[in-house]
């Protein structure tokens, strides 16, 4: 049994030793910064037609601002999309897959939807390329969808 024990132990840390290093709170947040940045200037193409909005925290959100009917809803504006940064990780809000959770498995791809948590808003903690192409996908999709609908 303490064979077992010892091969097992030397696994795990022939594993660990395997994986990348750990980041530095810097690069952390020079990762976060650049996330931030990348997806807002994907945000930005979409302005106009629809209208920039800016929160405290530094967030950077679009909203389709016409008199629309959502659900039976007369409304005056309907929220497209968002950026906010948080403290470990960037979140980027994604309205098409609420309003249209039928169209969900179009509208994203199964890495980005790894990110989702709940129905809207994904964590993002670092953007590779190809997590900006999904996302850039996926602002496209969304976009075409609520032109589709008269909302933009």
């Given at each position: 049994m303490p064979l077992t024990k010892?091969?097992?132990?030397?696994?795990?840390r022939e594993t660990s030793a395997a994986r990348a290093p750990r980041r530095t709170p810097q690069e952390k947040a020079a990762?976060?910064?650049?996330?931030?940045?990348?997806i807002r200037s994907l945000?930005?193409?979409y302005t106009p037609p629809l209208e920039v909005r800016t929160d405290a925290k530094g967030g950077y959100h679009?909203?389709?601002?016409?008199n629309i009917?959502?659900?039976?809803?007369?409304?005056?504006?309907?929220?497209?999309?968002?950026v906010t940064p948080q403290k470990g990780y960037i979140s980027f809000h994604y309205m098409p897959v609420y309003t249209?959770?039928?169209q969900?498995?179009?509208?994203i791809k199964p890495e980005l939807r790894s990110l989702l948590k709940g129905?809207?808003?994904?964590y993002v903690r670092r953007l590779e390329p190809a997590l900006k192409t999904q996302i850039k996908d996926a602002l496209a999709s969304g976009f075409r969808l609520y032109q589709q609908q008269g909302w933009i």
């Open positions: 010892t091969k097992t132990t030397k696994a795990v990762d976060l910064a650049h996330a931030m940045e990348e945000l930005e193409k679009l909203w389709s601002v016409k009917v959502v659900e039976g809803r007369k409304r005056k504006e309907v929220y497209f999309a968002g249209n959770p039928e969900k498995s179009m509208l129905k809207s808003c994904f």
